[in-house]
Protein backbone atom coordinates (compact mmCIF):
# COMPACT_ATOMS: atom_id res chain seq x y z
CA UNK A 1 0.00 0.00 0.00
CA UNK A 2 1.27 3.14 -1.19
CA UNK A 3 0.60 6.32 1.49
CA UNK A 4 1.70 9.43 3.43
CA UNK A 5 1.55 10.53 7.04
CA UNK A 6 1.68 14.39 7.68
CA UNK A 7 1.72 14.33 11.25
CA UNK A 8 1.58 17.62 13.19
CA UNK A 9 -0.04 18.68 16.55
CA UNK A 10 -3.53 18.29 16.46
CA UNK A 11 -4.03 15.86 14.05
CA UNK A 12 -2.19 13.64 10.85
CA UNK A 13 -3.18 13.63 7.42
CA UNK A 14 -3.10 10.27 5.88
CA UNK A 15 -3.09 10.96 2.23
CA UNK A 16 -3.49 7.34 0.40
CA UNK A 17 -1.94 7.18 -3.26
CA UNK A 18 -3.84 4.16 -4.41
CA UNK A 19 -5.88 4.45 -7.25
CA UNK A 20 -7.97 1.86 -5.80
CA UNK A 21 -9.36 1.49 -1.86
CA UNK A 22 -10.32 -2.34 -2.42
CA UNK A 23 -9.33 -5.87 -0.67
CA UNK A 24 -5.74 -5.87 -1.72
CA UNK A 25 -5.34 -2.35 -0.08
CA UNK A 26 -8.16 -2.07 2.67
CA UNK A 27 -6.67 -4.55 5.49
CA UNK A 28 -3.14 -2.73 5.15
CA UNK A 29 -5.12 0.79 5.67
CA UNK A 30 -6.77 -0.91 8.58
CA UNK A 31 -3.35 -2.19 9.84
CA UNK A 32 -1.84 1.30 9.49
CA UNK A 33 -4.81 3.30 11.45
CA UNK A 34 -4.60 1.03 14.23
CA UNK A 35 -1.10 2.07 14.74
CA UNK A 36 -1.91 5.74 14.69
CA UNK A 37 -4.41 5.33 16.97
CA UNK A 38 -2.50 3.28 18.89
CA UNK A 39 0.13 6.21 18.80
CA UNK A 40 -2.37 8.75 20.23
CA UNK A 41 -3.05 10.62 16.48
CA UNK A 42 -5.85 12.60 18.28
CA UNK A 43 -7.37 13.58 15.16
CA UNK A 44 -7.45 12.16 11.22
CA UNK A 45 -7.79 13.40 8.37
CA UNK A 46 -7.92 10.51 5.68
CA UNK A 47 -7.38 11.94 2.02
CA UNK A 48 -9.17 10.06 -1.02
CA UNK A 49 -7.61 12.44 -3.74
CA UNK A 50 -5.94 10.12 -5.64
CA UNK A 51 -8.33 6.76 -5.42
CA UNK A 52 -10.68 6.71 -8.21
CA UNK A 53 -12.51 3.31 -6.76
CA UNK A 54 -13.68 1.54 -3.24
CA UNK A 55 -15.21 -1.34 -2.72
CA UNK A 56 -16.98 -2.82 0.42
CA UNK A 57 -13.67 -3.59 2.19
CA UNK A 58 -12.36 -0.40 1.47
CA UNK A 59 -15.95 1.32 2.76
CA UNK A 60 -15.17 -1.06 6.00
CA UNK A 61 -11.53 0.48 6.40
CA UNK A 62 -13.13 4.20 6.34
CA UNK A 63 -15.58 2.88 8.93
CA UNK A 64 -12.60 1.79 11.15
CA UNK A 65 -10.96 4.95 11.16
CA UNK A 66 -14.58 6.79 12.04
CA UNK A 67 -14.80 4.09 14.73
CA UNK A 68 -11.26 4.59 16.42
CA UNK A 69 -11.61 8.30 16.11
CA UNK A 70 -14.89 8.94 17.81
CA UNK A 71 -14.74 9.70 20.66
CA UNK A 72 -10.57 10.68 21.35
CA UNK A 73 -11.29 13.08 18.54
CA UNK A 74 -12.20 13.46 14.93
CA UNK A 75 -12.31 11.51 12.09
CA UNK A 76 -12.43 13.99 8.57
CA UNK A 77 -12.35 12.42 5.05
CA UNK A 78 -11.75 14.33 2.27
CA UNK A 79 -10.61 14.10 -1.42
CA UNK A 80 -13.81 12.67 -2.28
CA UNK A 81 -13.24 13.89 -6.37
CA UNK A 82 -13.93 10.94 -8.69
CA UNK A 83 -17.90 10.08 -9.24
CA UNK A 84 -17.38 6.11 -8.27
CA UNK A 85 -16.19 6.72 -5.28
CA UNK A 86 -18.76 9.60 -4.21
CA UNK A 87 -21.83 7.95 -5.45
CA UNK A 88 -20.69 4.26 -3.48
CA UNK A 89 -20.74 6.79 -0.20
CA UNK A 90 -23.88 8.19 -1.42
CA UNK A 91 -25.58 4.89 -1.86
CA UNK A 92 -24.41 3.43 1.16
CA UNK A 93 -25.68 6.29 3.37
CA UNK A 94 -22.19 7.00 4.65
CA UNK A 95 -22.43 10.78 3.43
CA UNK A 96 -24.73 10.96 6.74
CA UNK A 97 -21.84 9.05 9.06
CA UNK A 98 -18.94 10.64 8.18
CA UNK A 99 -17.83 14.20 8.42
CA UNK A 100 -16.90 14.80 4.74
CA UNK A 101 -15.00 17.96 3.70
CA UNK A 102 -14.14 19.02 0.48
CA UNK A 103 -10.11 19.97 0.66
CA UNK A 104 -7.22 18.88 2.93
CA UNK A 105 -6.84 22.14 3.46
CA UNK A 106 -10.67 22.88 4.35
CA UNK A 107 -10.33 19.98 7.12
CA UNK A 108 -7.39 21.22 8.41
CA UNK A 109 -9.24 24.52 9.62
CA UNK A 110 -12.48 22.00 10.45
CA UNK A 111 -10.22 20.10 12.46
CA UNK A 112 -8.47 22.82 14.53
CA UNK A 113 -12.25 24.57 14.88
CA UNK A 114 -13.53 21.56 16.34
CA UNK A 115 -10.74 21.17 18.65
CA UNK A 116 -11.01 24.80 20.09
CA UNK A 117 -14.71 23.88 20.79
CA UNK A 118 -14.12 20.66 22.65
CA UNK A 119 -11.13 22.79 24.93
CA UNK A 120 -13.57 25.38 25.43
CA UNK A 121 -16.57 23.10 26.44
CA UNK A 122 -14.36 21.18 28.97
Known amino acids: MKYSIDKKENYAVLELQEENLNSTVAPNLKSELVILSNEGISNLILDLTQVKYVDS ?15 PGIFVLTGIEHAPVRKLIEISRLDSVLTIVPTVSESVDYVIMEALEKDLKA
Open 57 to 71: SGLSAILTANRLWKS
